[in-house]
């Protein structure tokens, strides 16, 4: 009798089966929570551009500017507006000021999404490794509500934020590290020619260096989000230690397939600009938001089917 040969369960195949079936599980508990909240952040963003661009000042800056003829008007319409001194200096004033009017509810936007993208990834992960857990929430996830795997999901909200600043530093740390150089051969004097060539060799350097890392530690916000292995930095460094390509293979197909949805959302934003400017933002904002909510849900069930598959090779 011819028996189906075992998939090996480390195969690409397997890893991509698994990440779908994260994808479906986060999709049918959280989907309905996740996309409501970053509509809600996404029209909060559209209303703030709105408000800043439509009142006086931003109706004379579009004026000037001949935004609504030039970016929303018809097709065939110039791509750029001539400007006089007078003009570019009221524009740059006008610009300046409705930037200051606006910042205090800029940071208070930009302060909540990096803590709805840091619960966002919990949530996901949470939910994903409650399904697949051993006991009784195994056989039946929907036991535990979704008040309270979005109240854990919360809780990791501090280790996914303080992973990911962590691993923000070596980036910024690398960076810094590499203008030394630069900054070494202009001080001893070198020539334009020297400086050039330390720089194109440090920029690839740093682009290597960065690479690796990246391979190396970009498993640590979802390992801090399921728990259990504190920020995840020193838990992604060990899983991924002689298994770099292994790891950053099914990284880099992740990221493509999240990307594909902002992509096709910026193919829908080009039909929009001919609406006016209020209903082009609500489209570009509103899409954007939907888009960013697919990519989180991806990339997460992603790293999880990586980070499941990697704990698995032997050592």
Known sequence: MWVPPARDPQSFSAWFERSVAAVRVAVRRVGV?????????????WW???ASFDDD????????????????????????????????????ELLQEIFWSALPWLIVLVVVGVVASAWSVALV????????????????PAAAGLSSIAAGALGRVPAVLASGFVVFTVFAGVWIAAVL???VVAVVGGGGAAIVLTVVFVVL??????????????????????????L?????????????????????????????ASS?????????????????????FLLQSLAFTVAIVITVCGHLATIDQVDQVPR
């Open 125 to 140: 992960a949470r939910v994903v490794r409650l399904d697949v857990a051993d006991g009784p929430e195994a056989s039946n």
């Open 264 to 284: 096709v959302v910026n193919v829908v934003n080009g039909f929009g600009q001919f609406l006016g400017l209020a209903t082009y933002l609500a489209i570009v």
């Open 181 to 183: 150089p630069v900054v």
């Open 48 to 50: 703030l551009a709105v």
């Open 33 to 45: 929570l996740l996309v409501s909240m970053w509509l809600t952040l996404g029209a909060l963003s």
């Open 57 to 92: 000042r931003g109706r004379e800056l579009r004026r000037i500017l001949e935004i609504d003829h030039t970016t929303f008007g018809p097709m065939g319409s110039p791509a750029t507006a001539e400007l006089t001194t007078a003009e570019g200096e009221r524009a740059w």
């Open 205 to 230: 350097l740093v682009l290597v260096v960065t690479g690796w890392l990246w391979g190396r530690l970009t498993l640590a916000s979802v390992i801090a989000a399921s728990g259990g292995h504190g």
């Open 232 to 260: 995840g930095v020193g838990r992604s460094w060990a899983l991924t230690h002689g298994q770099f390509w292994f790891v950053v293979g099914r990284l880099l197909v992740t990221g493509l397939i999240a990307g594909a």
